[in-house]
Antibody
Framework: EVQLVESGGVVVQPGGSLRLSCAAS????????MHWVRQAPGKGLEWVSL????????FYADSVNGRFTISRDNSKNFLYLLMNSLRPEDTAFYYC??????????????WGQGTLVTVSS | QAVLTQPSSLSASPGASASLTCTVR?????????IFWYRQKPGSPPQFLLR?????????GSGVPSRFSGSKDASANAGILLISGLQSDDEADYYC?????????FGGGTKLTVL
């Protein structure tokens, strides 16, 4: 059974940093691209970042480019999102999602339950 | 102007069909894009429904019934998710998504009410 479990969501002050983690199990993690998608409370989905199967290529939404860094550890089956220079508008549930292909096909076939990041003073 | 625009809400009756539109920004040709559709029920993460570019380039999500289908309206520069035989369980938020300028982009979502 595929499982994705996010962690690391907390309350952080504007300008602060945070690292989210996603523990993956039940599939060959090293064979698939992975995404982070966020959703502000009561709002719509916003794609955040994509990392390909081997970590060789990463992509970001304009809203986080230069502030967030996606990475993965295929030996430990973990996906990460390092978030710097956090802003109140980054407040959201952050979902980790598995892609159906190694390169990032857009078919996000499994999702975690999300972790809440709140940016507030 | 947003890359993808969806009506914020839509209502339809049980047993009827619902057509959810995803309008692509002027200057971006919908014909060249695969449109992905996701459904999200309250308190749950999104679920992949299907992707559609053309009748020869489409893919249904695992376990997604055939009453969910995709199409395009080239004259409106829009992708369409058609849900036939509406059920109360289809009440949810529906999002479209495309790959544009080295990033995935979601539409704002449509809240579908079945009543």
């Amino acid at each position: 059974e595929v499982q994705l479990v996010e962690s690391g969501g907390v309350v952080v002050q504007p300008g602060g940093s945070l690292r989210l983690s996603c523990a993956a199990s039940g599939f060959a993690f090293e064979d698939f691209a992975m995404h982070w998608v966020r959703q502000a409370p009561g709002k719509g989905l916003e794609w955040v970042s994509l990392i390909r199967w081997d970590g060789s290529s990463t992509f970001y939404a304009d809203s986080v480019n230069g502030r967030f860094t996606i990475s993965r550890d295929n030996s430990k089956n973990f996906l990460y999102l390092l978030m710097n220079s956090l802003r109140p508008e980054d407040t959201a549930f952050y979902y980790c999602a598995k892609d159906s292909e190694y390169y990032g096909s857009g078919i996000l076939d499994f999702w975690g339950q999300g972790t809440l990041v709140t940016v507030s003073s | 102007q947003a890359v993808l625009t969806q009506p914020s809400s839509l209502s339809a009756s049980p047993g009827a069909s619902a057509s959810l539109t995803c309008t692509v920004r002027t200057g971006i040709n919908v014909d060249t894009y695969r449109i992905f559709w996701y459904r999200q029920k309250p308190g749950s993460p999104p679920q992949f429904l299907l992707r559609y570019k053309s009748d020869s380039d489409k893919q249904q999500g695992s376990g997604v019934p055939s009453r969910f289908s995709g199409s395009k309206d080239a004259s409106a520069n829009a992708g369409i998710l058609l849900i036939s035989g509406l059920q109360s369980d289809d009440e949810a938020d529906y999002y479209c998504m495309i790959w544009h300028s080295t990033a995935w982009v979601f539409g704002g979502g449509t809240k579908l009410t079945v009543l």
